[in-house]
Structure formats: C-alpha cells, structure tokens
C-alpha cells in the first residue's frame, strides 16, 4: 500500500467518507485545501447520500481527475475532453477491479433501510468492501496522474 491510499484509509477510519478520504488524500500532492475538498466531498458518501449510486469512493477519485486536469491543461474543451475519457477510463477500470462501479451492488443492501444499515455494520463491510473500494481508486488514479505538479 502506498502513501496516498494509506492516507485515505486512515482518514476513512476515522470518520470521513468514502469520497472525501480520496479526495483528501490528494490535497498535498495537487495543493489544495483539505476542508474545502472534505467540504465539496461530503454529499457522496454512501453512493452520494447513500443513495448507492456511483461508488462514493469512485466518485471521489472522479474529483480528483478534475482538480488535476485543471492544474495541468490551460484550455477548457481540451480539458473537459480529457477528464470525461479518464472518468470513462477510470470507471471501466473500477469495475473490473471491484466487480461494479454502484454502491448498491458493492454493497448488496441497502443503506436506506435500518435492515441495510445493521447488515452493513455487522458484516464490517466498511472494512471488507469499502476500504478495498478506496485502494482500487487511488490506485487507479495513481496509475492515470503520471505526471508531477
């Protein structure tokens, strides 16, 4: 595990979420501010509102490629034409390293239920699922942001 995905899981197990712990991982390397980025992240956790849509964690790192397209590619459409092909990319990757890119499915319950809810804590499936989730978006993102700010 490197150092980023170490930061993201530490900052997952205590008390971030999904989403915010990758994008939080990267404010050092991509010189942004963290409480902002926690801030801008809060909302997709859980699928977004745990509403188990698009991995929290995914859509953190879908985040990310924009912070970090906008610092490395001045023009606007060429940027936007990029980012969309990374999330694309990254999406695809996700799925097959996770085996779906949808909260729900990850998850197999349904976070909106208190059922949901007690299935998820007594299964650690922030341990077990989760944090496999967050690994395989930084990693991923690791190997798209090759180059150095």
Avoid: W
Avoid at 88 to 117: I, N, P, V, W, Y
């Amino acid at each position: 595990m490197n150092i980023t995905e170490e930061k993201a899981i530490q900052s997952f197990r205590s008390g971030l979420n999904c989403a915010q712990s990758v994008v939080t991982a990267y404010t050092d390397r991509l010189k942004f501010d963290a409480n902002l980025a926690a801030g801008l992240s809060c909302g997709f956790g859980g699928g977004m509102g745990r509403l188990q849509q698009v991995c929290g964690a995914l859509t953190g790192a879908f985040m990310v490629l924009g912070i970090y397209y906008s610092q490395c590619i001045p023009d606007q459409t060429e940027r936007k034409n990029i980012t969309y092909a990374a999330v694309r990319k990254l999406r695809s990757d996700f799925k097959l390293k996770c085996g779906a890119a949808d909260c729900r499915t990850l998850l197999g319950c349904d976070l909106q239920t208190e059922e949901g809810m007690c299935f998820h804590k007594e299964t650690n499936q922030s341990k077990t699922i989760c944090e496999k989730c967050i690994t395989a978006a930084v990693e991923l993102l690791d190997g798209i942001m090759t180059d150095e700010l």
